[in-house]
């Protein structure tokens, strides 16, 4: 099994940053890739970024693509996600979860295992 808890989110004015972080243990942190989705109030669940494995794939949703950075560290067990230029429709529960494939797949299907979520809010 897998553990994941997050941790760093809140309120935020647009255009600022936050850092998410994605506390794993349990099964071997090198066994899985990571992916970071977010579901505002009334809306779907939605792919946001992704890492594989080993770290050397990223993937980003087009919306997020070139403000949002995702990096894992091997030392901590920690996945983070860096969010810069934030807008008010990043509003959302950021959710991180474990996908055993080890790739790192956009569809929420893929993920086996979830973390609670955390609140960023980003006032306008």
């Known amino acids: 099994q897998v553990q994941l808890v997050e941790s760093g989110g809140g309120l935020v004015q647009a255009g600022g940053s936050l850092r998410l972080s994605c506390a794993a243990s349990?099964?071997?942190?090198?066994?899985?890739?990571v992916g970071w989705f977010r579901q505002a109030p009334g809306k779907e669940r939605e792919f946001v970024a992704s890492?594989?494995?080993?770290?050397?794939?990223?993937y980003y949703a087009e919306s997020v693509q070139g403000r949002f950075t995702i990096s894992r560290d091997f030392a901590k067990n920690t996945i983070y996600l860096q969010m810069n230029s934030l807008k008010p429709e990043d509003t959302a529960v950021y959710y991180c979860?474990?996908?055993?494939?080890?790739?790192?797949?956009?569809?929420?299907?893929?993920?086996?295992?979830w973390g609670q979520g955390t609140q960023v809010t980003v006032s306008s």
């Open positions: 349990g099964r071997a942190f090198v066994s899985y890739a």
């Open positions: 979860a474990a996908d055993l494939t080890g790739y790192g797949r956009t569809s929420y299907r893929s993920y086996t295992y």
């Open positions: 890492i594989s494995w080993s770290g050397g794939n990223t």
